[in-house]
């Protein structure tokens, strides 16, 4: 039987990321949810050794566990792109450089999908990717994944969002997630939790699986 956490549970969310942290604490605030995160505990960013996205959510998660002898939460995520094989993936960080640059990380998916020819909304299809791994202090894990589908646009639109959201066209969606306000990025709807980002289709299946009541 897995561990529950409830809302008195102290929770980590083993990230660096304002902008992930950011959107981690308003998920977290819709299921009654407080938090501390990795960077003010002052916890140590490991090195994302892991090949694929459930590797580096579990050790980010397993790490700051260990640290703190609390429940950690951790997001592994990414911009997968198909005409590129599924880059930049879980190099989706690393593609920014040390500075963080995501513009220069845009213009260079966009380079690489004009090389591919991939001009036509139809050759641009991509989605993003985010693991959720609940690591508890015994070392027990569990793991959630959601996705959203959508295409790349060129140039970038919005300066909402962080990351690679400008040039993200959710599907079904005429505004870029770097246009939308962060409850539209969610998509919570009045009354519901549904999703529509893939960190919020995440966060809703770690809910479901590990908020009591
Ligand atoms: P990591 O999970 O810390 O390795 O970094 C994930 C990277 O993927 C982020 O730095 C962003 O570049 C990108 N990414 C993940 N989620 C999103 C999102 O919701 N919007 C835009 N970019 C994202």
Known sequence: MPNKLTAETPLVVASHNQGKIREIRELLAHYGLRVKTASELNLEEPEETGTTFEANAELKALASAKATGLPALADDSGFAVDALDGDPGIYSARWAGPDKDFAMAMRNVEEKLQQK??????????HFVAVLCLAWPDGETQFFRGEVKGTAVWPPRGDKGFGYDPMFLPEGHDITFGEMT????????????DGLSHRSRAFKLFADACLEG
């Open 182 to 193: 962060s409850d539209q990025k969610h998509g919570w709807k009045p009354g519901g939790k």
């Open 117 to 126: 020819g991939a001009t036509a909304p139809e050759d641009r299809s991509c």
